[in-house]
């Protein structure tokens, strides 16, 4: 079954310090591949989008990701993190019909001062 | 250009009640899904609305009923509440002419069971 795992639970991060959050997926073919970041009592708000091409994606509020087939992965990565960015980050794949997004779990991203 | 709209945001009710819960879609959007999160995990896919109908379903109960209506809005409806039915519920909205195009979610309804 299509999966999508997040191995990282809680990280802390200090301010202006570089992310990185991790995201594996299993799948056969080419994903469609999104992260998504939640504050308390929010919804999600989409931050990037994979569907096909060039393998780094830009998305608001200066984050990118890395699409590595070779590794199944699509981490999220920001090179100077501010306060705000303290939040939920899911990772998620489109299922096969295309209709369903599958969730990892998530990461609770702390930003210390 | 409004966004996902639902109603309420929050709801408290007891076992064995009967709960409905409302989704207006992002303008232009004609498919809408509905998720379930409960605390501490990431968001489980219920089912997804489009045309009017059913069109995929995940592992839920027969408890779990939706509809949407001809302007695309849409409900859900939860039978004999149980008290693992706690958690938030989210909509999403998505034009279902591009299958690339993301799903947009609302802010949800926090659902407390007693």
């Known amino acids: 079954a299509q999966s999508v795992t997040q191995p990282d639970i809680h990280i802390t991060v200090s301010e202006g310090a570089s992310l990185e959050l991790r995201c594996n997926y299993s799948y056969g073919a080419t994903p469609y591949l999104f992260w998504y970041v939640q504050s308390p009592g929010q919804g999600l708000q989409l931050l990037l989008k994979?569907?096909?091409?060039?393998?780094l994606v830009q998305g608001i509020k200066g984050f990118e990701a890395e699409f590595k087939r070779s590794q199944s992965s699509f981490n999220l990565r920001k090179p100077s993190v501010h306060w705000s960015d303290a939040a939920e980050y899911f990772c998620?794949?489109?299922?096969?019909?295309?209709?369903?997004?599958?969730f990892g779990k998530g990461t609770t991203l702390s930003v210390s001062s | 250009d409004a966004g996902v709209t639902q109603s309420p945001t929050h709801l408290i009710k007891t076992r064995g009640q009967q709960v409905t819960l409302r989704c207006s879609p992002k303008s232009g959007h004609d498919t809408v899904s509905w998720y379930q999160q409960a605390l501490g995990q990431g968001p489980q896919f219920i089912f997804q609305y489009y045309e009017e109908e059913e069109r995929q379903r995940g592992n839920f109960p027969d408890r779990f009923s939706g509809h949407q209506f001809p302007n695309y809005s849409s409900e859900l409806n939860v039978n004999a509440l149980l008290l693992g039915d706690s958690a938030l519920y989210l909509c999403a909205s998505s034009l279902s002419r591009y299958s690339n195009q993301p799903q947009h979610f609302g802010d949800g309804t926090r659902l407390s069971i007693l």
């Open positions: 998620a794949a489109l299922n096969q019909a295309g209709t369903a997004l599958i």
């Open positions: 994979y569907f096909s091409g060039d393998t």
